[in-house]
């Protein structure tokens, strides 16, 4: 995969005349696309006004998802396999948030990254890596990838929130559990909520959560 990618997919400014302030940027899961997380963005904006809001499709089609995308190919959620496909596909995310922040003229504390399980593997793994710490990095029902010797390509430190729902089938509860303790133990400041009941998706005390998070990191 190139890193001359270039992603696309919807946004949503603030109304005209109103300066953009803040930048959340949504990475969506396996088999989506960017129309998917956008649909969070009236709720978000309750928190985050003076921002703007960009959903990117991921760099790859994905095979057997009519309109889906793909950060990476998964046949199984082996180690193996997420770490080489994160690896491949994190210069295309951290190229495409460079010309964002740049378009806006907006630097990495300006901006808070979010994804959605396969989404939340990328934010996590380039967020961390950015030299620059960013507002804050929010992950719904994810996992952390973590490459041999990972602690060495720590470069900067926000704040993380992890939501994942006990009822997982997809992603199991315990790869949240992980991550936190890989995060913790580099002295990341992360807080994590779980939602009871709640599959492969986002419920409504998890949105609650984030809400609460996002406004915290943007103030």
Known sequence: MSTLTTLSGPRVEPPVGEKIEKMLILSHG???????????????????????????????????APMGYQWFGLTSLSREERLRGTLEAAPVLDSFIDQELDRYGLEDKDLVLSGFSQGTMMSLHVGL??????????????AMTLPDNWQ??????????LIHGDSDDVLPIQMM??????????DIDVTTHISRGITH???PDGLQKALEFLQKVSA
């Open 30 to 64: 396996y088999g989506s696309n960017g129309y998917d997380l956008i649909g969070l963005v009236p709720h978000f904006q309750r928190v985050m006004p003076n921002t703007v809001f960009i959903s990117p499709n991921a760099p790859e089609a994905c095979p057997g």
């Open 129 to 142: 890596r950015r030299k620059n710490p960013l507002a804050g990095i929010l992950g719904f029902s994810g």
């Open 152 to 161: 060495q390509d720590i470069a900067s430190k926000p704040p993380v929130m």
């Open 177 to 186: 559990y992980d991550a936190k303790e890989a995060l913790q133990s580099v």
């Open 201 to 203: 998706s986002i419920g």
